[in-house]
């Protein structure tokens, strides 16, 4: 992967790592307790839709590295802007909410950062036989990755993380560990969710790939036994992905309300305007004179924000999920009265499908 000795590449990467963010650590290998670090420039963050692999080419600049001599160059590194977060519970606009961020000039936006993947996978299991990490060890690599993430540029007022959606599950390390950060939450209601994910055509595939991930941490908290997937219809399996994501988020905003806020992507997309100065307003930015004004108009809300080459409207969104309604009827209804079930015998899960507006 790398054009130059990797020694040299090593050499340098290590050096700029206390200086720019144009060293960039892309992925956390925990069984070699290494770091890929690779050189990105400005322009490379904002063409990005994943900062995993995609971002990485024949001509890209890079070298693993010892996870010491990283974490040793992170604690050189000055105090750099706040980390804030987008936190999601899945397709729904978090991605374009990051791409409005990049517009207003003061946000370094990080989107899907790959350790971030891998420090939720630890986290799920620490205190477990097959922890590679203990409770310190996670600490001290997400500690890490957060100083390393808040290198920011000049003009950097604040970096944002746009998260997966399973990430929700480190708000509360995040948040409880970094008094200086935010986060919002992007959601939907339980049947606009199911309308949207039985829409797309790899949701089978995507909602099966999840599956097991989500319905053990749903298992892990409901009181009752649940359906294995496999006995789960496609909207059910859908409904069962609302409810996992929903609870993380029920949770960060049960234990940080004044520092997490709940945006619902619907509401979102009727009132572009106000949801971004109630974002920027929470995470303590002021918005360019013009920047509000015109932001319901940015070429961003016309192309599909994970693919830009791609048109896509708030009005042919809003055509898919009708026709969606129309043909996953059935589905969409297995779904809803799923979660009613659950809502029914858990008290626990009935206060998120309220929540959701169920």
Excluded at 59 to 78: E, F, I, M, S, Y
Excluded at 82 to 106: A, K, M, N, Q, Y
Excluded at 168 to 194: D, F, Q
Excluded at 205 to 227: C, S, T, V
Aim: with cysteine; aromatic share 6%.
């Amino acid at each position: 992967m790398a054009s130059a000795p990797p020694n040299a590449v090593a050499g340098e990467l290590l050096r700029d790592l206390t200086a720019s963010p144009d060293a960039y650590p892309q992925n956390l290998d925990l069984i070699r307790d290494a770091v890929l670090l690779v050189r990105l420039n400005a322009a490379g963050y904002r063409a990005a839709s994943f900062l995993d692999d995609r971002i990485l080419g024949p001509a890209t600049q890079g070298a693993w590295l010892p996870a010491k001599l990283v974490a040793d160059a992170a604690r050189r590194c000055g105090s750099g802007p706040p980390v804030h977060f987008i936190f999601h519970t899945g397709h729904v606009g978090s991605t374009l909410v990051s791409r409005l961020l990049d517009e207003t000039g003061d946000v370094l936006s990080l989107r899907e950062p790959l350790p971030l993947r891998t420090l939720v996978e630890a986290y799920a299991v620490l205190g477990e036989p097959e922890s590679l990490l203990s409770d310190t060890q996670f600490s001290d690599h997400l500690e890490m990755f957060m100083t390393l993430w808040s290198r920011g540029y000049a003009a950097t007022r604040a970096v944002v993380v746009k998260a997966t959606s399973s990430a929700g599950r480190l708000s509360a390390p995040i948040l409880s560990r970094h008094v200086a950060s935010r986060a919002i939450y992007m959601n939907l209601g339980a049947e606009s969710y199911l309308a949207t994910l039985l829409a797309g055509q790899n949701s089978p595939l995507d909602l099966r790939g999840h599956g097991p991930g989500r319905i053990r941490r749903l298992q892990a908290r409901a009181g009752m036994p649940l359906a294995p997937l496999h006995a789960l219809s496609l909207g059910e399996l859908a409904a069962m992905s609302w409810l996992a994501e929903s609870w993380a988020q029920h949770d960060a905003l049960q234990e940080h309300p004044a520092r997490v806020i709940a945006l619902d992507f619907d509401w979102f997309l009727a009132n572009v305007e106000e949801g971004m100065r109630q974002i920027l307003t929470h995470f303590g930015l002021l918005a360019a004179p013009g920047y509000l004004g015109r932001v319901a108009r940015s070429p961003v809300l016309a192309s599909y924000s994970k693919a830009p080459e791609f048109a896509y409207t708030p009005a042919l969104r809003t055509e898919i999920q009708n026709e969606s309604r129309r043909v996953n009827r059935e589905e969409i209804r297995k779904g809803m009265a799923w979660l009613q079930n659950i809502a029914r015998a858990d008290a626990r899960a009935a206060a998120v499908v309220t929540g959701g507006g169920v």
